[in-house]
Structure formats: structure tokens, C-alpha cells
């Protein structure tokens, strides 16, 4: 299959793959200052920030089976993954605002927030190409570009930021990164409403959203406090 005929993918597609080009774009631009923010300007040796990032980094790779999990049972596939966004957004702009004073506190907001979305742009996506089995290598192939491009720009130009206005506005252009994440969902998201997970289709449960809600801020305590400990 040649490059043109790559891209010829169904509309609903190019929705996912910006959501997910901006959330990878906050999401390593983060990554890309976060250690020589620990060194730099909180005074951690070597060793402590290196600790740090990888627990920080354990719980970017535990928590999206969690996610994955609340977004086909309980929330829904488009629900989590928003729901998600906005958790990020507040991680993002807390770490902007006030990370030199409490830096655990963000770090687990943003594993929190990167855990409820990341399995669930991919699970859209397979939702999409049900009953279409020859465009969904490509698909995918095109889906995983979004994920270099995003993190290939963002890792290029917050050091920039950082440099020239500082840390804060560096990590403040990665909670921009998820706004246009949630602008290109609310934008286009009438391309998907034929698609999503069961509860997507069904109206939203009071007490399942409270439930919710209480795990996602006890894993957001925990995950401060287990780094904490880091």
C-alpha cells in the first residue's frame, strides 16, 4: 500500500489521531524537562531524581490497564478518555503553577490522568475498523505516527521554552497541549458518535461517576504519596 493510500482512512480516524499527537505532545514535553527540573530547581541529587522519575514512570505503565478497564465497564471508551484529558490538563497547570512547592502531587495527577486515557484512544480506534480488517494495519501504523510527531515536537521545543520564559511556562504549554486535545474532541466528536464502548451509549450513572471519582482522587493520593517513599 503506497503513503496516499494510507491516508485515505476513514473520517472518524483523524479525530483519534490528533487526540492522541496532543496528549503525547503534553505528555513528552513534560517527560523532556521533568529530571533536570527535579536537579535544577528543586536541588535533588542525581540519584533522587532519577528514583523519582521511575516511579513516576512504573505507574504511567501500570495504570492504564485501570483505565482501559473504566472506559469498557463502567464510563465508557469516549467518556474515560475525556475524563482523562481533564485530569491532565489540572496535573499540567498544577505542575505549571505551584510544582516547585508540592512536586508529588502533580507527578500523581498526571500518572492518574495519563492512566484513565491512554488505552482508550486505541480502543476507539479498533471500534472504528470493526468489520474493515484490511485498513486496520494502517490505521494503526498512521495512529503510532500521531505519537512520534506529537512527542518529537514537544521534546524539540519546551527546552526552548524552558530556556527563553522558564520551567513553568515550559510545563504550561504542555496543559495547552491537552486543551487542544479537548478542543479537537468537542470540535469533531460528532465524526464518532456511532462509535465508543456500551456505556457510551448509555446516560451517565450518578453513583458509578461518584465512584469513580473517589478512586481516581485516592490513586492520585497514593500514587503521591508512593513517590513520596521513592
Known amino acids: 500500500m503506497s503513503f496516499p493510500e494510507a491516508l485515505k482512512q476513514p ?19 513534560m517527560q523532556a524537562l521533568i529530571v ?4 535544577k ?3 535533588y541529587s542525581d540519584s533522587e531524581a532519577d528514583h523519582l522519575f521511575a516511579a513516576f514512570a512504573a505507574l504511567i505503565y501500570l495504570l492504564p490497564s485501570l483505565g482501559g478497564y473504566i472506559g469498557d465497564r463502567w464510563l465508557g471508551t469516549k467518556n474515560t478518555m475525556i475524563f ?9 497547570a498544577y505542575l505549571a503553577f505551584a ?15 495519563v492512566g484513565l486515557f491512554k488505552a482508550n484512544p486505541a480502543s476507539l480506534l479498533s471500534k472504528i475498523y470493526e468489520g474493515d480488517a484490511t485498513k486496520l494495519d494502517g490505521g494503526f501504523t498512521l495512529y503510532y505516527m500521531a505519537v512520534n510527531i506529537g512527542s518529537f515536537f514537544s521534546m524539540a521545543l519546551t527546552p526552548i521554552f524552558a530556556s527563553i520564559w522558564g520551567w513553568h511556562v515550559a510545563f504550561g504549554i504542555c496543559a495547552i497541549g491537552m486543551c487542544l486535545a479537548m478542543l479537537t474532541y468537542f470540535v469533531l466528536k460528532g465524526l464518532v458518535k456511532a462509535y465508543g464502548s456500551k456505556p457510551d451509549f448509555e446516560k ?13 482522587g ?3 493520593m497514593l500514587s503521591a504519596w508512593c513517590r513520596r517513599l521513592s
Open 11 to 29: 473520517k472518524p480516524f483523524y479525530l483519534v489521531f490528533f487526540i492522541e499527537l496532543w496528549e503525547r505532545f503534553g505528555y513528552y514535553g
Open 36 to 39: 533536570l527540573y527535579f536537579v
Open 41 to 43: 530547581e528543586l536541588n
Open 84 to 92: 482523562g484529558t481533564l485530569v491532565l490538563i489540572f496535573g499540567y
Open 99 to 113: 510544582g516547585d512547592k508540592d512536586i508529588y502531587l502533580p507527578l500523581g495527577i498526571i500518572a492518574v490522568g
Open 204 to 216: 451517565i450513572n450518578f453513583r458509578t461517576m461518584t465512584v469513580i471519582l473517589i478512586i481516581t
Open 218 to 220: 485516592a490513586l492520585i
